[in-house]
């Protein structure tokens, strides 16, 4: 076994003087570097921490998507009702355009002259009031065809369809014989909180009368 040096006997003559006077031998350097973290662990941890932290984040679950749109209204048997506009082919429910905005619904026929009257003031209702039209044929011998070619030449841009033999009993059933008699001018409010009323039988409305009729 060999002999320790000088520096090495100083060393150990200093660690006993120290644990004799009841001081803690101060750790030698090599320990502590084992004791603490080096960067690279450190920032290891941290990163590690750091990834723990952002999936708990990705793996908590989104909102609920919010709906966009209100459903349709189904309150009254009539907003089931479903039509073809005759110039566009689509598909439309009363209780649709009556979740939207307020709808006024006008029984017509192409020769009836009582009927272009008030539409040509719907016209200019449009510039008062934000609501939806819908001019529906109640003639049985006017083809969708025609009435599409009527609507275009009057400059009609809402909605235009066909009654069928079944709509019309069932208008007929709820408001009366007059609903289907075109020259009475006949108008249905569809309301957006799911009332429905027929209004203006027999009167020509103005512009502002409509307007004011559905609540603009």
Same mark, same amino acid.
Not at 19 to 35: F, V
Not at 53 to 78: K, R
Not at 109 to 117: D, G, K, L, Q
């Given at each position: 076994?060999?002999?320790?040096?000088?520096?090495?006997?100083?060393?150990?003559?200093?660690?006993?003087?120290?644990?004799?006077?009841?001081?803690?031998?101060?750790? *030698?350097? #090599?320990?502590?570097?084992?004791?603490? %973290?080096? =960067? &690279?662990?450190? @920032?290891?941890?941290? !990163? +590690?921490?750091?990834?723990?932290?952002?999936? *708990?984040? #990705?793996?908590?679950?989104?909102?609920? %998507?919010? =709906? &966009?749109?209100? @459903?349709?209204?189904? !309150? +009254?048997?009539?907003?089931?009702?479903?039509?073809?506009?005759?110039?566009?082919?689509?598909?439309?429910?009363?209780?649709?355009?009556?979740?939207?905005?307020?709808?006024?619904?006008?029984?017509?026929?192409?020769?009836?002259?009582?009927?272009?009257?008030?539409?040509?003031?719907?016209?200019?209702?449009?510039?008062?009031?934000?609501?939806?039209?819908?001019?529906?044929?109640?003639?049985?011998?006017?083809?969708?065809?025609?009435?599409?070619?009527?609507?275009?030449?009057?400059?009609?841009?809402?909605?235009?369809?066909?009654?069928?033999?079944?709509?019309?009993?069932?208008?007929?059933?709820?408001?009366?014989?007059?609903?289907?008699?075109?020259?009475?001018?006949?108008?249905?409010?569809?309301?957006?909180?799911?009332?429905?009323?027929?209004?203006?039988?027999?009167?020509?409305?103005?512009?502002?009368?409509?307007?004011?009729?559905?609540?603009?």
């Amino acid at each position: 076994m060999s002999r320790p040096t000088a520096p090495g006997l100083l060393a150990i003559v200093l660690a006993l003087a120290g644990c004799s006077a009841g001081e803690p031998a101060l750790p *030698s350097a #090599a320990a502590a570097s084992a004791a603490a %973290p080096t =960067p &690279t662990v450190m @920032e290891s941890m941290g !990163s +590690d921490a750091s990834a723990s932290s952002g999936d *708990s984040v #990705a793996g908590s679950p989104s909102p609920s %998507p919010q =709906p &966009t749109g209100g @459903e349709a209204l189904t !309150s +009254d048997p009539l907003h089931g009702v479903t039509l073809t506009d005759v110039r566009s082919g689509e598909e439309i429910t009363l209780g649709e355009l009556a979740a939207e905005k307020p709808l006024l619904l006008e029984t017509m026929a192409i020769w009836c002259t009582n009927c272009r009257a008030q539409q040509h003031n719907v016209v200019a209702a449009h510039e008062l009031a934000d609501f939806h039209s819908l001019s529906l044929d109640v003639e049985p011998g006017e083809q969708p065809a025609e009435l599409a070619a009527y609507a275009e030449r009057e400059g009609f841009d809402w909605y235009f369809a066909k009654a069928d033999a079944q709509l019309a009993a069932q208008l007929r059933e709820r408001f009366g014989t007059a609903v289907i008699v075109p020259p009475g001018m006949p108008k249905i409010l569809f309301r957006t909180d799911g009332s429905i009323e027929f209004i203006g039988l027999g009167e020509l409305y103005s512009a502002q009368q409509v307007a004011d009729a559905v609540g603009g």
